[in-house]
Nanobody
């Protein structure tokens, strides 16, 4: 069984930065794709970023939502079973609960933009950006 635990959320002023981390238990992490999603009050859960497994190479495929492209950076450390989300130039509209998710099947990038493509989810961490 896989468990995901997010950390690093908090309150920050607009223009500031936060770094979210997601620690995964279980042996499937290094061979799984990972994603970050967020959900604001009254809104549907939305895609933020996804990173593939390496497939034995040193390269990962990474995709971002247009709304965070150039401001957020997703990365993973397979030795530590963690996936991170560095968030810079934060805006009030980034306020949401952020969730990490794991896709053991390494679906295509298009499918990994959809929440239903992920089998495991963390409990979420709150990010609040004040104006």
């Amino acid at each position: 069984q896989v468990q995901l635990v997010e950390s690093g959320g908090g309150v920050v002023q607009a223009g500031g930065s936060l770094r979210l981390s997601c620690a995964a238990s279980g042996r499937t992490f290094s061979s799984s794709a990972m994603g970050w999603f967020r959900q604001a009050p009254g809104k549907e859960r939305e895609f933020v970023a996804t990173i593939s497994w390496s497939g034995g190479s040193i390269y990962y495929s990474i995709y971002y939502a247009d709304s965070v492209q150039g401001r957020f950076t997703i990365s993973r450390d397979n030795a530590k079973n963690t996936v991170n989300l560095q968030m810079n130039s934060l805006k009030p509209e980034d306020t949401a609960v952020y969730y990490c998710a794991l896709d053991p099947a390494n679906k295509t990038p298009t499918l990994r933009r959809r929440a239903q493509s992920y089998d495991y989810w963390g409990q979420g961490t709150q990010v609040t950006v004040s104006s």
